[in-house]
């Protein structure tokens, strides 16, 4: 069955870096796209990066955008968020959502399979 599973969330301090993970199951090619959304207290879920099948295109939310990198390990089956000069609007539950296009979105409507999310919590 798909399933995405994400990992890495933790207590960070502003400032600091974080990796998150997403480790993917089901698919039997590399034909979906990949997008991080996080969710944060009071607000609706929000695209924060994605990357296309075979990683030809990434795209970055403007709030994420030169601190963040999207990228992925094929060999692995594993994505990867890197978060670096984190600000406590960062905080939230991260999730990896997979979109069977194949396309880079970061539109909630475009994904097709979610997983549960790993929060990340940026405070001093």
């Known amino acids: 069955q798909k399933q995405l599973v994400e990992s890495g969330g933790a207590l960070v301090q502003p400032g600091g870096s974080l990796r998150l993970s997403c480790v993917v199951s089901?698919?039997?090619?590399?034909?979906?796209?990949i997008a991080w959304f996080r969710q944060a207290p009071g607000k609706e879920r929000e695209g924060i990066s994605c990357?296309?099948?075979?990683?030809?295109?990434?795209n970055y939310a403007d709030s994420a955008k030169g601190r963040f990198i999207i990228s992925r390990d094929k060999s692995k089956n594993t994505f990867y968020l890197q978060m670096n000069s984190l600000k406590p609007e960062d905080t939230g539950l991260y999730y990896c959502?997979?979109?069977?296009?194949?396309?880079?979105?970061?539109?909630?409507?475009?994904?097709?399979?979610w997983g549960k999310g790993t929060p990340v919590t940026v405070s001093s």
């Open positions: 959502a997979a979109a069977e296009t194949g396309w880079c979105s970061m539109l909630t409507s475009g994904m097709d399979v």
């Open positions: 089901g698919y039997p090619e590399d034909n979906f796209g």
């Open positions: 990357i296309s099948s075979f990683g030809a295109n990434t």
